[in-house]
């Protein structure tokens, strides 16, 4: 799903990926205010369904490992470490995807946006592409040695954020996460609430700035 | 001292009070640049000297229990702790001072800005002045019980500041401290860098729209 604005200032201007979260598609409710925020604030969006998300089709394979990750978190294993390792084997197919999406669209500069699944998915993608100059990641944690890997390989700025009280993700795994992204520019922005909570809306007033300062031309 | 701008706004800006760091003073540079960010941002601010500090006097009791500190951090004392109780002592002091100074001023809502010895000071001083209706705190930890005690009697919005590298707090302090605010709204903000390296300016940016959406009527 792709938004423009036909008065955007620029004729190509720089686009946002959205990254969904886990069980989400290309245009729930929280994709839908971002991705409006973000046109009106001089950026084209795009989001792209997940593998075994959305408009996608059943994945056997995808679907058979959410399954035992169901079990195995439900008999006390850990689930963020079986998480990890899902989204960095989803994270194969998805960052060749999201490429050929900004190869179609000729983009230029690009943020990336992903929280959750989305930032499983978000840090290997912003440590391979080098269009991506700015990204929002975070609700996530450094539970597998490849997440830290690839975050190790982030140098853009980045804007991280935590969900004080989130029930999944363990906080010094989020606060790890943090610490390993390689980026000279990188903020930390912690609120209370819990994993699925909203985000607080001062919160996308910040991305927008942040974005803005790093992808729009002054 | 104060700043106010004859293009103010409203006849009764809203005052931040900016308490300085340790061994700096009123008009510090750091100190300045904010008060002038402030003012043009359609405040008052003030900053007065801590006792001992710029142009007070020595103060023999406080000028012993620093030197006493020096001392014991030099031989492997938990300088963090020794700190936290010194700033509670001064603390003692410094409330009643700036609330006469708000008193003075007739002041109607007051932000506070404080880092470091700001900090350790602001503390008591937001979780004890019902017009403080916003605080920026940071570059402080919960390293005394007196301050965690402080701190969940903080209810107004916080905006909390860690230099994610700080050699002085220990990291754990901060967050500690962070988890602490009793204020349902909170917002930790962390950078990488060291105790007394410069503040990144989209953190400046931040505070003037955090005291913009807390003080400033719409």
Redesign the interface.
Known sequence: MLWTSASSGSDRPPVIVIGHGGGQHKTAPGVLHRAHRFVSSGFAAVCMDAPNHGDRPTDERYQRIATEIQTAASSGSDLAALLADFHALVAEQTVSEWQAVLDHLDAGPVGYWGVSLGCGLGVPFVATEPRVRAAVLGLGGAAASSTLEAAARVTVPVEFL?Q?DDERVPREQS?AL??AFGS?????????GRHADRL?E?EL??TV??FT?HLLPH
Chains 1, 2 share one sequence.
């Open positions: 935590i004080w606060l943090f610490d000279t520019e990188k903020t930390l922005h912690a609120n209370p607080p001062h007033d910040s700035r942040f300062r």
